[in-house]
């Protein structure tokens, strides 16, 4: 009896022994946790607007993970880690929500609701003790109970890759979108340059066609005046006969023909031509009468 009791007194100092050793660890992980947390929110001081916000949520998320795994390894009860793990939860959701701020649309609605979907995947893990089971084959055919941890981690990894994934697809559409508008408008501005261009030569032919068809006109009209001018000049001559010379001007160049009875009438009919303005030469092949 006296051995019994000494070996069960033992077992108890034992166990009170390290009882006190496990609280003594988890103490100084708790203080370590609290330190670095403080750490990192003075860090994150020094950001502005929603980076500060975000920064320090991810400093709580720190915290709360460090705390849960002081509770995990030295006060592993079903109660302690269900509260751990449920304060590491609201951490992780929050930290979620926080970046879903910088997003807009769309995009911050799907944000939103894998954060929400997150967070409901963590509350079903902890239900219960906090140590809700999952069955894991162990290789030689029995079932063994599986670290609902471990599932709520893998959980809110593969919620966060599938944020990831989906900012960086709306990050490509996006990129996709602009360089798409860009292009059109690109084109839609090198369309309007060239019809600028055509139009420009088009109206500057124009331009130069009326101003050749003026001028042919002009030239004409001057030609048409220069010839009149000869004739009535030779009309109120009196050395000169209109009737026996006749006149024609092409370009400015007065061209004088007919038979006349003297010299002196086709020298004079020349002198006229010459004098009249816009003749720029006179060609005469009068004859004179024998």
Do not use: W
Not at 120 to 141: E, I, K, S
Not at 181 to 195: L, P
């Amino acid at each position: 009896m006296k051995k019994a009791a000494f070996i069960t007194l033992a077992l108890v100092s034992a166990f009170a022994t390290a009882q006190t050793a496990n609280n003594s660890a988890y103490k100084a992980a708790h203080d370590k946790a609290e330190a670095n947390y403080k750490a990192a929110k003075e860090r994150c001081e020094k950001l502005k607007d929603n980076a500060q916000d975000v920064c320090e949520e991810e400093a709580k998320v720190a915290q709360a993970q460090a705390e849960r795994d002081a509770v995990a390894k030295h006060k592993n009860t079903g109660n302690e880690l269900q509260r751990a793990d449920r304060k590491l939860a609201e951490a992780k959701f929050e930290l979620a929500q926080e970046k879903c701020d910088d997003l807009s649309g769309d995009a911050k609605d799907s944000c939103q609701a894998q954060a929400r979907s997150m967070k409901a995947n963590m509350a079903t893990t902890t239900a219960g003790d906090g140590r809700t089971a999952v069955l894991v084959d162990n290789g030689t055919g029995a079932a063994v109970a599986g670290s609902a941890a471990d599932v709520r981690d893998r959980t809110a990894a593969a919620a966060d890759r599938a944020g990831d994934r989906t900012a960086a697809a709306l990050d490509r559409a996006g990129d996709r979108t602009a360089a798409a508008t860009a292009n059109a408008r690109e084109k839609a501005s090198d369309v309007a340059a060239n019809a600028k261009e055509k139009t420009s030569d088009m109206a500057a032919n124009a331009k130069e066609k009326t101003a050749d068809a003026t001028g042919t006109a002009k030239a004409a009209m001057s030609d048409t005046m220069i010839t009149a001018k000869v004739k009535a000049d030779m009309a109120a001559d009196k050395t000169v006969k209109a009737m026996d010379v006749h006149v024609e001007t092409q370009k400015g160049v007065v061209m004088l023909s007919g038979f006349v009875p003297s010299k002196a009438e086709a020298e004079r009919a020349v002198e006229l031509a010459k004098g009249v303005q816009g003749v720029t030469d006179v060609k005469s092949s009068i004859q004179v009468k024998k």
